[in-house]
């Protein structure tokens, strides 16, 4: 099992960035993966999830709703988070993982880094 987000970079406040996290060896399609995140000095945070393409359902938190939107493309094995109107507090360490199927997250990628700066 492997999951490797990519295209992080610098953005000004305001500007738009799509993440996206590139999965292999499990079937994609019966399994929910999540956007994390993890500022220094801070406690990793989840962003947004995705449910199996069974239900498509999502889940952002507060503070990025209307600005964040994760999406999968089963074709590709791949989970998308799209983000817009970027803030310099969405400068983070970016994760995504792979949802146990009985609870929390069990693999995890390596982290793309997001910079939020004028």
């Known amino acids: 099992v492997q999951l490797q987000a990519f295209g992080g970079g610098l953005v000004q406040p305001g500007g738009s960035l799509r993440l996206s996290c590139v999965t292999s060896?499990?079937?994609?399609?019966?399994?929910?993966i999540g956007w994390f995140r993890q500022a220094p000095g801070k406690e990793c945070e989840g962003v947004a999830c995705i449910s199996s393409s069974a239900d498509d359902n999502t889940y952002y938190t507060e503070s990025v709703k209307g600005r964040f939107t994760i999406s999968r493309d089963n074709a590709k094995n791949t989970v998308y988070l799209q983000m817009s109107s970027l803030k310099p507090e969405d400068t983070a360490l970016y994760f995504c993982?792979?949802?146990?199927?009985?609870?929390?997250?069990?693999?995890w990628g390596k982290g793309t880094q997001v910079t939020v700066s004028s």
């Open positions: 060896g499990f079937n994609f399609d019966y399994y929910a």
């Open positions: 993982a792979r949802a146990a199927p009985n609870d929390g997250m069990d693999y």
